[in-house]
Each structure stands twice: as C-alpha cells, then as structure tokens.
C-alpha cells in the first residue's frame, strides 16, 4: 500500500521560512514526479512546485525564487523549501507523487498526501 506522509508546515509571519517534506512508503519500484499543489477555500488546487526523478523542476510564477523543491530518490522524499513567505502562500499544501509503480505492478498511479497548512501571518 503506497501513502505519502507529509510533514512541516505551521505558522509563520510574513518573510519568514518554513520546509514540507514528503515521504512515499510502501514497496515502491518507481516514481515519476513529486511535488507540491496547494488550496485555499473555494478554489481548486494550484500546482507550486515538481520535480522530476531526473532533478528538473518547475515552479509557480508566485514562489519562484522563494521556494526550492529538492527529492532524494533513494529515500523516496521531497522537500519544499519555502522562503520569504508572504501571506498570499497560505493555503493547505498537498504532497503528490505521479507515476507510482509499485514492485509488484508494471503500472503507475498517482498519490496524495493528506495536506499540511501553510499560515503566513502579515
């Protein structure tokens, strides 16, 4: 059974920092990208930040240069850290992992973390 457990998040004041992890545990053969959506009440979820299993990444015109997605594909974890945070980013932050091919499958899903909120006080 593949989950993804996020960790971090909190509250903040504005300019101030704060990491997310995201673990995949189950037995994993492979994944594709990771990364992070998040959400505000009554709109949908936003891509902010992925990354590739090849280390390319891609981010939010909004964090660009504030936030750094990282991954350690031997540990199956990603990491978002999120610089000068303003209050704009907060908002529930759901990992994602796509491409998921466990080791006893040849085919690939894609998970959700649980969501972690993000509160950036002004």
């Known amino acids: 059974q593949v989950q993804l457990v996020e960790s971090g998040g909190g509250l903040v004041q504005s300019g101030g920092s704060l990491s997310l992890s995201c673990a995949a545990t189950?037995?994993?053969?492979?994944?594709?990208?990771m990364g992070w959506f998040r959400q505000i009440p009554g709109d949908g979820r936003h891509l902010v930040a992925t990354?590739?299993?090849?280390?390319?990444?891609r981010y939010m015109d909004s964090v660009q240069g504030r936030f750094t997605i990282s991954r350690n594909n031997n540990n199956k974890t990603a990491t978002l850290q999120m610089n000068s945070l303003r209050p704009e980013d907060t908002a529930v932050y759901y990992c994602?992992?796509?491409?998921?091919?466990?080791?006893?499958?040849?085919?690939?899903?894609?998970?959700w973390g649980e969501g972690t909120l993000v509160a950036v006080l002004s």
């Open positions: 994602y992992a796509d491409g998921v091919i466990p080791n006893d499958s040849l085919y690939g899903s894609t998970h």
């Open positions: 189950g037995s994993i053969y492979a994944i594709g990208a």
């Open positions: 990354i590739t299993s090849g280390m390319g990444t």
